[in-house]
């Protein structure tokens, strides 16, 4: 008794390691808290790229931690976002790693319709200040689409009601795709068919739409609030082809009604505006074409009785031609005697251009210019010799400085001065390779002595098994069959009793 009051308090409570205590607490817990909802707002959110979601549930005095595995977070309605107020259905559960407790959330929704209202505020300024929102961007809708293309549930009323009214209106092609209009789905499901759409080649099996519908009848605010979220804004934003949104009734509004093209009050009113009247267009043309007749022959009338007009304010045709008719009789009685005049007048002038043209004259003409060419001849000869002449003794002078034996030298003199660059070369490729080969021996000799055949020859041995190096002895024990290399050869180690075998050639391995 006197050794047992002499312990220290609570020497004989159990001992539990770090592992055991946080195991205790984390049963406690979870035993103690069930299924639990919690209402809070969300506080910091992460992703990672694992694909869950971490984040803080909090209210004005304390913070909890929770998670959503990946597998809860694809099948959530509604993604949590910071500053959202939600009710968190899930159980609490411990976290031994940094010894805190945390709630793994199962199903997360608003906490009503004041939260999914400032949720949708808060979206509608995001995409507003990037300039989703903005009229510039927006492209108008086609007169006359060919192809138009549907998004919608293909069981509901909807896609009936938009078929019936283009079949009235004006019938088009139409390629339904069909998606989930309300629930997880919805979304992702909308957002792919916009893109899918827009994929389309021009010209392929399949025509491109000229236009988009996306429609749905009404509902509730949960029951539209897939077309509220991110990825269905920015995939209508991003859209190419022209887009008409017209999602609930005249009193809902979603935010693709301010990223598309074109909002219209329901699915009805869609098809209005994707298609003009076929009977209203005919009518029209009608009267255009009635109008046309009309103008056409109201022009030929008027300019008919105009050119009648004018043409009484012209004079006659035998009024304007008696007055060139005379000059030209007045021409014509002058043109005969004029034209005796002018031969006669020719024929003196050619006689006294013919009078100086005798055979004597050309004689002397000739022989002046013979005897001016001879003059020529004569002074020719004498030139051409005296350049002749200055020729041969500028060569001749040229020829004394050509020297035959000043060539031989230098020639001698540029072969010896090759041959010695010939010899200084060849010497020094002889030391480069003699220095080349003395670095690869020591090399060879360096690789020798690290290697480890060196050391088998010191009584070491490689032991394998498969092929494979062994290096402990319990694998050792339990290959079938082991190799021992030794410096000589392979021996095989076995069942079938030890043999040895042919020598292979030296591989690196572990040395006992």
Request: glycine share 8%.
């Amino acid at each position: 008794m006197d050794l047992l009051d002499d312990l220290p308090d609570g020497a004989n409570s159990p001992e539990f390691t770090v592992t055991e205590l946080s195991g205790a607490i984390k049963r406690v817990i979870e035993g103690e808290f069930g299924h639990v909802r919690i209402r809070g707002e969300v506080g910091r959110v992460s992703r990672p790229r694992s694909g869950h979601i971490y984040l803080d549930l909090k209210d004005d005095q304390s913070v909890i931690s929770g998670v959503i595995w990946k597998g809860v977070s694809a099948r959530l309605e509604t993604q949590p976002e910071e500053g959202m107020e939600v009710i968190a259905t899930g159980r609490i559960t411990t976290f031994g790693g940094q010894s805190k407790y945390q709630i793994v959330i199962e199903d997360i929704k608003p906490a009503g319709m004041g939260a999914l209202m400032a949720l949708l505020e808060k979206r509608k300024k995001a995409l507003a200040a990037e300039g989703l929102f903005d009229p510039a961007r927006k492209k108008p809708i086609p007169y006359l689409p060919d192809v138009i293309g549907v998004i919608t549930s293909p069981s509901g009323a909807v896609i009936r009601d938009i078929l019936h009214r283009l079949r009235d209106r004006f019938p088009r092609k139409v390629l339904i795709w069909p998606v989930a209009v309300q629930g997880a789905k919805c979304a992702n499901e909308v957002a792919r068919a916009i893109e899918g759409f827009n994929a389309m080649s021009v010209g392929g099996a399949l025509p491109r739409p000229d236009l988009l519908i996306v429609a749905r009848g009404g509902g509730s605010v949960e029951d539209l609030w897939g077309f509220n979220e991110e990825i269905v804004a920015r995939a209508a934003a991003a859209s190419q082809i022209p887009l008409i949104s017209a999602v609930g009734h005249e009193t809902d509004t979603t935010l693709i009604d301010f990223v598309s093209d074109k909002r219209a009050p329901t699915p009805t009113a869609a098809a209005e505006l994707a298609v003009p009247v076929r009977h209203e267009i005919a009518a029209w043309l009608d009267g255009q074409g009635a109008r046309l007749s009309r103008a056409l022959s109201q022009g030929f009338t008027s300019r008919s009785q105009r050119l009648r007009d004018i043409s009484r304010a012209l004079p006659r045709p035998q009024n304007l031609l008696e007055t060139p008719r005379q000059r030209l009789d007045r021409a014509s009685e002058r043109l005969g005697p004029a034209l005796i005049a002018g031969v006669q007048k020719r024929k003196v002038y050619l006689a006294d251009r013919s009078g100086a043209l005798r055979p004597a004259t050309l004689r002397r003409t000739v022989a002046q210019e013979r005897r001016r060419f001879d003059a020529l001849g004569m002074r020719l000869h004498p030139a051409l010799d005296r350049a002749v002449t200055t020729k041969r003794e500028r060569f001749e002078a040229r020829a004394r400085l050509f020297r035959p034996a000043t060539l031989q030298q230098e020639q001698n003199r540029r072969s010896e001065q090759f041959e010695r660059m010939l010899r200084q070369l060849s010497g020094a490729g002889q030391r480069q390779l003699t220095g080349w080969r003395q670095k690869i021996d020591a090399m060879e000799r360096l690789r020798v002595t690290l290697g480890y055949e060196a050391t088998l020859e010191r009584g070491f041995a490689v032991v394998r098994a498969a092929g494979e190096v062994i290096t402990d002895t319990k694998s050792a024990r339990s290959a079938p069959e082991l190799e021992i290399q030794f410096a000589d050869g392979r021996i095989t180690v076995g069942g079938r009793g030890g043999r040895k075998s042919a020598p292979k050639p030296p591989e690196q391995g572990t040395l006992f």
